[in-house]
């Protein structure tokens, strides 16, 4: 076993994977990476399983030391990474000798980076993943987001990992966007033909108050049916609900996993991971797209991410 | 049987338009089914009051294969018999630093403290369902004399072991979490716990009932 020691964790950085689906009878919510998408390239990159747990950072990253060496693979944002003042190119293997310091900083396009090491971080899995899940302290390493003088166990780097970067079509196709497309949520009808317009075309501004429980929408209240009291029901990922005061609110890995407001719109399986990199005050659109739509987009996605000979070159 | 696509990958089944217990137990049959008999594409499962949402695996099924396994396995939720349930008696220590609102909640039924509190164990509750956090269940009916609204804002953390009322409903929060219902009491019993099993000491379809306690016993019971 090697390890990674947190000289400086950042500002928000936990250990996750691909989360914890099934456990909706108990209330868990499957927590997981924010952005499952860039999880799974860094872990494929070093040569992991796809759902490997990794370090997810959150704006600002932290300072790693690896005393036995590593092999490391960074994706998602670009937090200006470096080794000795060298920049680490993003979305590839890289190899680090013993004693290492890894730095990242504050980040210069989108909202979440990913550190995957070879072998995985070790952690003892909850419901069968090793994701944290902040609210509960359920979870990942010790429940709770890296402090400094934390050391993790990973794999050890015997295992060779493969020198390859992620092809730059693969990062296009994958790219982040702005214009997240929604199909219609449950409670459409409920709102007033205005409210639609307003949600489907007006710009929103993602509050400072959003996390991995849920993005909240600033900008544009809707409020037509702020008295539309319903029975609680189950919540989807990505479903966007609007509060009692005409907000709207993105759900999120570590939503709650049932509520009682009504919702408007739900974001489609592919912008998901999207959404895990939208930073607090980017402005961003709701665009209506149709379930069949959502569906082919998804099949032609997971493929994509199935086909190790097109993702690398 | 009312299906609703939720999401391009979730489909919300409703079973009923009303909260009550003939809602709850086909949601608990039809629950149950496809826990014992899980087709390979669900991936997760979501009871309600009224609803059971069930999220798939979008690369192997749409909505439509979704709803026509759905509808084949109702037919058998009639015939299923209802899950045994357990009965679980939770202690609770009301009013003072434990339950903030209990007597915000006495004044505004025009009660006296004791009364919310006799009328609050009076009864058996039922566990719909579980949600919201790990091991929160949403328990029913709370007797209509003491339903009281949610709070106008809620508190952004309210003590874990908190037992609240949120309209006729009551729960116990498991863990140090937001939440705007009123709280009256406070549990020293852990209602999920990672180390034991089953985790959650409530689940969905069982019985619950509310024992009043001393500081005394709370403190007991804590340290135990």
Partial sequence: MSSLVVESPGLLTT????????????????????????????????????????LEMTLLGGRFVFPEGAAIALTGADFGATINAQPVEMWAAHRLLPGTKLTLGPTRNFARSYLAVAGGVQVAPFLGSAS??????????????????????????DKKAPERKVSQTVLYLLKPRRVLRVTEGPQIEQFSEEDKQTFFHGTFRVSEASDRMGLRM??????????GE????????????????????????????????????????????????????????????????????????????NSPGQIFI | ????????????????????????????????????????????????YTSLLVTFDAGRVGHAEVEATLRKLEQRVTATRRPKSRTVEIPVCYGGEFGPDLEEVARIHG????????????????????????????????????????LETPRKKVPRGSVGIAGRQTAVYPFATPGGWRLIGRTPVAVFRRERKPMELISIGDQVKFRPITREEFRKLESA
């Fill in chain 2, 1 to 48: 049987m009312r299906f609703c696509a939720a999401s391009d990958q979730a489909m919300l089944v409703y079973l009923g338009e009303e909260i009550g217990l003939p809602a709850h137990e086909r949601v608990l049959k039809l629950l149950r089914l496809l826990q014992k008999e899980p087709p390979d594409w669900v991936r997760n499962l979501h009871p309600a």
């Fill in chain 2, 111 to 150: 009660r006296k403290t004791s009364e919310v509190i006799e009328l609050h164990t009076s009864r058996t509750y039922h566990a719909y369902f579980l949600g919201f956090a790990p091991g929160f269940a949403y328990l029913g009916d709370v007797p209509r004399e003491i339903a009281t609204p949610r």
């Fill in chain 1, 230 to 305: 319903m029975i609680t029901e189950g919540l989807p990922l990505g479903a966007i609900q609007v509060t009692a005061s005409g907000q709207p609110i993105v759900l999120f890995v570590e939503q709650q996993t049932a509520g009682g407001y009504p919702k408007i719109a739900n974001v489609i399986g592919v912008d998901l991971h999207r959404v895990g990199q939208l930073r607090p005050r980017v402005e961003i659109r709701f665009e209506r797209t149709s379930l069949a739509v959502a569906r082919s987009l998804w099949i032609e996605q997971e493929r994509l991410l």
């Fill in chain 1, 15 to 54: 250990v996750q994977d691909l989360g914890r689906p099934g456990f909706g009878p108990i209330g868990v919510s499957p927590s997981g990476a924010a952005d499952p998408v860039a999880l799974r390239l860094g872990n494929l990159l070093v040569g992991n399983e796809a759902g490997a747990a990794a």
């Fill in chain 1, 218 to 227: 600033e900008g544009h209240a809707l409020v037509s049916n702020l008295s």
């Fill in chain 1, 132 to 157: 944290t899940h902040l609210l509960s302290g359920l979870g990942g390493y010790e429940g709770r987001a890296l402090r400094k003088g934390d050391v993790l166990q990973i794999g050890s780097v």
